[in-house]
């Protein structure tokens, strides 16, 4: 192919299964640089749990959501609360590595459990927001940075600090307004029709996309203004290099050394961010799930910080963390896809 | 002053010919007037019912932006909300400096292991997803407004200190600081009094960015109904309207435009402090 030339690559590109190794390298060093930040986030849980008013047990029972003696005997055999403090962290971090996230009564089922049932709406929520908001962001930086300085530059500028500055819930609420309660065209909440949508698998899929469709704006265009900004400079950034004045030099047309030259580079910084701001997105959609009573984690989270389940909360936290390192380990896969070049460290 | 004179009045001339970031300083200055003289101008307390419930803006020339669904005016709530939202963002942005300044001065001018354990601790926080974070600190310390503020903070402050710790990293080997040891200076006077003062410009721009986003937060927060009791900020307000999109969709709609035009007019300063503080960077 001919962009391979004068690709901006000064070492050879690894090819085939030396870069199947080369990923699973990185895999397994992403892995084990994983576990240290696992604990300090179990480690941080526990400090809030002892700085907390009023004792562990009171706590991880919910304030008297458990009555039965026998059971709350057993959590103080399982917490050892007559231990010294690094003893009680000990068993604490003991019990997680075993998936034990205490019992939620207000669900009667165990923590990991609820949130386990969960987690796909939110997972499902936050693939299409991150989607959105880099296709849409990408597109409209590349948009810009084309038509610098005109019309469409300043436009693009415009929408962009407007949905860089507006609150993810009210933009909500002000699309739920207007398409839903005024226009009618989509549902106003919830992830499929009541009773379920009639008319086969196919049409329970379109319900639900449909249902979507709402919450994916609200939380994604925040993101996608970001990524238009990082986009526009990256771009205008890249297309100043050497290698950009060879291809055109060499009889290239304009769209040709922006697409397979300009774009593909200047994507990395936007990859980059991608990867910071995975705990954000996560964060986001429980604003987002509380507004359109999407039934995942954020709702769970919201109902379970309202009724002060503390097992539920730390939970989440717990496993929030988990999702975001997993998808930093995506990420990162994805930029060395992109950048053969880099060994990331 | 002969002393500053000619840069600082270049840095001036070159934020002001930012058309954007001059607008958005005086709005800026029009809400912070708003929140110091909240009470001249309303001195009826904003939680007190004074009128008919639900009136449109411009329904009643008394209540210019209308009244909630209790007859509250919302103009005089806007006006008092924004003293709660500006000290809240202000107060968490200082937080969030004093923690990054102080982790980001301490691995930059130390290195070694230091700046290992430094970062790997900001990597941590940043791995937390942020409003979780804040809502957990917020639910089991108590939905007090320090406790707001110190949770936003607490989620706020990694990127402060990877700037802070970029600075010192490219200050501390300079003449001026080998000379400030060699005088036998001791490392804390050094980090405060000499590299600290040429380290803060591209901080402090970086805090004003961290206010809208603390403004961001708190919003998010009291929206969810986990603010504190007593404090009627901007977020809570459009959380109160909630209920009543069907018929009063502007009860909502205000509070979150007064919340974007301040976020907005804050991030449009940061940008031009950016711009006037680095010139080699504007026309990217």
């Known amino acids: 192919m001919a962009g391979e030339l004068v690709s901006p690559t000064p070492t050879p590109t690894l090819r085939g299964s030396a870069r199947r190794a080369a990923a699973l390298r990185l895999l397994r060093r992403r892995l084990i640089q994983a576990v240290p930040l696992m604990l300090g986030v179990v480690i941080i849980n526990f400090c809030l749990i002892q700085m907390a008013p009023g004792s562990f047990l009171e706590l991880m029972t919910a304030e008297n959501q458990v009555s039965d003696p026998a059971t709350v005997a057993l959590l103080r055999k399982t917490y050892g609360l007559e231990d010294p403090v690094w003893m009680q962290l000990?068993?604490?971090i003991w019990a997680l590595l075993h998936f034990d996230?205490?019992?939620?009564?207000?669900?009667?089922?165990?923590?990991?459990?609820?949130?386990?049932?969960?987690?796909?709406?939110?997972?499902?929520?936050?693939?299409?927001?991150?989607?959105?908001?880099?296709?849409?962001?990408?597109?409209?930086?590349?948009?810009?940075?084309?038509?610098?300085?005109?019309?469409?530059?300043?436009?693009?500028?415009?929408?962009?600090?407007?949905?860089?500055?507006?609150?993810s819930f009210w933009l909500g609420i002000m699309m739920i307004v207007l398409f839903s309660v005024k226009l009618g065209w989509l549902p106003v909440g919830g992830m499929m029709k009541i009773g379920g949508a009639s008319g086969g698998p196919l049409a329970g899929v379109l319900d639900i996309l449909r249902h979507l469709i709402l919450p994916t704006l609200a939380l994604g265009l925040f993101y996608a203004a970001i990524y238009t900004r990082v986009m526009r400079s990256s771009m205008l950034e890249v297309a100043q290099l050497d290698f950009v004045r060879t291809a055109r030099a060499k009889g290239l047309s304009r769209n040709q050394v922006t697409i397979h030259h300009v774009l593909r580079n200047a994507l990395l910084p936007v990859v980059t961010i991608l990867g910071?701001?995975?705990?954000?997105?996560?964060?986001?959609?429980?604003?987002?799930?509380?507004?359109?009573?999407?039934p995942g984690v954020?709702?769970?989270?919201?109902?379970?910080?309202?009724?002060?389940?503390?097992?539920?909360?730390?939970?989440?936290?717990?496993?929030?963390?988990?999702?975001?390192?997993?998808?930093?380990?995506?990420?990162?896969?994805?930029?060395?896809?992109?950048?053969?070049?880099?060994?990331?460290? | 002053m002969p002393r500053f004179g000619f840069p600082r009045f270049e840095f001036v001339g070159r934020f002001s010919r930012n058309r954007g970031a001059l607008i958005g300083a005086c709005l800026i200055l029009i809400v912070a007037l708003m929140a110091v003289f909240a009470?001249?101008?309303?001195?009826?307390?904003?939680?007190?019912i004074v009128g008919l419930?639900?009136?449109w803006p411009g329904e009643d020339p008394e209540f210019p932006l209308g009244t909630d669904s209790l007859g509250r005016d919302i103009l005089s709530m806007i006006v008092h909300g924004a003293r709660a939202t500006l000290l809240i963002g202000l107060f968490a942005s200082a937080v969030a400096t004093v923690i990054g300044v102080g982790v980001g001065a301490t691995a930059g001018y130390f290195g070694g292991w230091v700046d290992e354990i430094a970062m790997r601790a900001a990597e941590l926080f940043q791995t937390i997803p942020n409003l979780i974070f804040v809502l957990t600190i917020v639910v089991i310390m108590g939905s007090t407004l320090t406790n707001i503020v110190?949770?936003?903070?607490?989620?706020?402050?990694?990127?402060?200190?990877?700037?802070?710790?970029?600075?010192?990293l490219s200050l501390r080997d300079r003449e001026f600081?080998?000379?400030?040891?060699?005088?036998?200076?001791?490392?804390?006077?050094i980090i405060v009094s000499e590299i600290l003062p040429n380290a803060l410009p591209p901080v402090i721009v970086l805090s004003s960015l961290v206010v809208a986003g603390a403004i961001l937060f708190e919003s998010a927060v009291s929206f969810l109904g986990l603010g504190d009791p007593n404090v009627a900020s901007w977020g809570r307000l459009v959380g109160d309207g909630r209920q009543l999109i069907r018929s009063s969709w502007y009860i909502c709609a205000i509070p979150g435009i007064a919340i974007m035009i301040t976020v907005l007019c804050l991030n449009l300063v940061g940008d031009g402090l950016n711009d006037a503080l680095n010139p080699k960077l504007r026309d990217r």
Request: charged residues 10%.
């Open chain 1, 101 to 167: 996230f205490g019992f939620s009564y207000r669900q009667n089922m165990p923590v990991i459990q609820a949130i386990w049932i969960h987690l796909p709406a939110t997972i499902l929520l936050m693939v299409s927001s991150i989607t959105l908001a880099v296709s849409v962001g990408v597109a409209a930086g590349v948009v810009a940075s084309m038509k610098v300085r005109t019309f469409w530059d300043s436009l693009v500028s415009v929408a962009a600090m407007f949905f860089y500055a507006a609150p």
């Open chain 2, 53 to 55: 419930p639900e009136l």
């Open chain 1, 298 to 345: 954020g709702s769970l989270l919201f109902d379970s910080v309202s009724s002060r389940n503390y097992p539920v909360v730390l939970g989440i936290m717990v496993l929030g963390s988990l999702v975001v390192i997993a998808a930093n380990i995506a990420v990162d896969l994805i930029y060395m896809w992109l950048d053969p070049r880099i060994e990331i460290r």
């Open chain 2, 39 to 48: 009470s001249v101008f309303f001195p009826i307390d904003p939680l007190r």
């Open chain 2, 150 to 168: 110190i949770a936003i903070g607490i989620v706020s402050w990694t990127p402060i200190a990877r700037m802070t710790r970029a600075e010192f």
């Open chain 1, 276 to 294: 910071v701001q995975m705990g954000t997105v996560l964060a986001g959609s429980v604003v987002i799930e509380s507004v359109f009573s999407w």
């Open chain 2, 177 to 189: 600081v080998q000379a400030c040891r060699s005088m036998g200076m001791s490392d804390f006077r």
């Open chain 1, 90 to 92: 000990l068993k604490y």
